[in-house]
T-cell receptor
Framework: DVKVTQSSRYLVKRTGEKVFLECVQD?????MFWYRQDPGLGLRLIYF???????EKGDIPEGYSVSREKKERFSLILESASTNQTSMYLC?????????????FGNGTRLTVT | AQSVSQHNHHVILSEAASLELGCNYS??????LFWYVQYPGQHLQLLLK??????LVKGIKGFEAEFIKSKFSFNLRKPSVQWSDTAEYFC???????????FGAGTRLFVKA
């Protein structure tokens, strides 16, 4: 069974801090994604990556960056955290480059920015 | 713009009642369609998917969904819900051959025992 592991379940950070959210998948999937989940808004795509060192902007990339140095690891970076980035962050992966296959999700990181 | 609309944000049913959750999408081109479920305290998981072929697809735990292309709809159904179906349900759409999957706002289902 595919496992997508997010390094932290809960994080509390201060405004202006640089924040790293880490995600690792163990099934050699090509594609990895970062979403944020907010009540009433569903999931919104921040960034995705279809290969090592490749990244593409999603629908709400402002204030975020990503890094994929190894196939199994995809990091989300908040350069300067702000209170409007308080949210649940979900990492996901999927196999098969160029094919919209089902996503496998991690348990999420609930980030609070104070 | 691409979008997914779920008709109900909150649904409350008694056990054994029938369920239908509406989903409509706006997306150019050929699509892949999904329903995901998030049980309390658990990660999002796939309930069922439609890629091509029979527009009536069956998923886990007795759920099914029907793709009606002319209506841009992919409604989720279950004939008889159980207390354990209490969860949040998300409809999602992606373009065939692409990477992006767009999600609806979700429907919270509460089933009374």
């Amino acid at each position: 069974d595919v496992k997508v592991t997010q390094s932290s379940r809960y994080l509390v950070k201060r405004t202006g801090e640089k924040v790293f959210l880490e995600c690792v998948q163990d099934m050699d999937h090509e594609n990895m994604f970062w979403y944020r989940q907010d009540p009433g808004l569903g999931l919104r795509l921040i960034y995705f990556s279809y290969d090592v060192k490749m990244k593409e902007k999603g629908d709400i990339p402002e204030g975020y960056s990503v890094s994929r140095e190894k196939k199994e690891r995809f990091s989300l970076i908040l350069e300067s955290a702000s209170t409007n980035q308080t949210s649940m962050y979900l990492c996901a992966s999927s196999p098969t480059r160029g094919y919209n296959s089902p996503l496998h999700f991690g348990n999420g990181t609930r980030l609070t920015v104070t | 713009a691409q979008s997914v609309s779920q008709h109900n944000h909150h649904v409350i049913l008694s056990e054994a009642a029938s369920l239908e959750l509406g989903c409509n999408y706006s997306y150019g081109g050929t699509v892949n369609l999904f329903w995901y479920v998030q049980y309390p305290g658990q990660h999002l998981q796939l309930l069922l998917k439609y890629f091509s072929g029979d527009p009536l697809v069956k998923g886990i735990k007795g759920f099914e969904a029907e793709f009606i292309k002319s209506k841009f709809s992919f409604n989720l159904r279950k004939p008889s819900v159980q207390w354990s179906d209490t969860a949040e349900y998300f409809c999602a759409v992606g373009n065939t051959g692409g990477f992006k999957t767009i999600f609806g706002a979700g429907t919270r289902l509460f089933v009374k025992a």
